[in-house]
């Protein structure tokens, strides 16, 4: 069970070049916790990449880009170069005390953050959060939650939300409809936008289920190791002299 108090970085990228190998133009993040409290909010354009021409055309939301100059212009977001961000990132976590990130499907954010540590740095640093921090999964936890919900599938396949397996959708979106009501929202598809409505994606299905285990990867429990001959011997004395 996760604390009220502990604060949580919610953390949302958008990047160019593909989908297998994607790059980070925009970082966003939040930090919150359970009891409502909204501590920091930063969003933050990569210099690095959005000032390059041929990276941007890559873009899945190339359309955007323009509004991005116009909110760096009007300090609404900020441009940075990738080292900063990191920096940025690594900061917030030691001062808010965060051992918990969050992200909606959180596996492709790791993925990008970290490829594009390993491009900006050419591998000379591989890894993007700070040591020792948790990657928590909204996607993971709707799958969860969502499942165990009669209404949710019915809801999804009357509006069509539905993939192209025939199954509900859990994107972001549909779900912040779901949970809202609100069937005109529209993700925004920038960082720091989109962190907002999956920090309260996260906060939902917590409060469905406070023992829910979010981790992205929850470690494997290694089978016991047979006891060796001595150790069962001993056991053996042990209970004779008792």
Known sequence: MIDPHERIMMIDTE?????????????????????????????MANKDIITDPAYMATAYYAEKIPNYWREIYLGQRELLTWDKIKWRVFDAC??????????HNARFDN?????TQRYITTSRHRYFLPYGVEWYDTLKMCRAVLKNDPNYKPWCFEHGFITKTNQAQMTAEVVYRYITKDLDFTEAHTGLEDVRIEREIFKYCLALNSELDGRLWVPKEEPAKPKEEWEILVEQLMAESA
């Open 15 to 43: 990047t160019c070049n593909s989908l297998d190998d994607p790059i980070v133009y925009d970082v966003g993040y939040s930090i919150f916790d359970l009891a409502g409290n909204v501590y920091e909010e930063v969003s």
């Open 94 to 103: 030691k001062r808010h005390n965060c051992r918990i990130v969050a992200a």
């Open 111 to 115: 993925r990008s953050l970290n490829l």
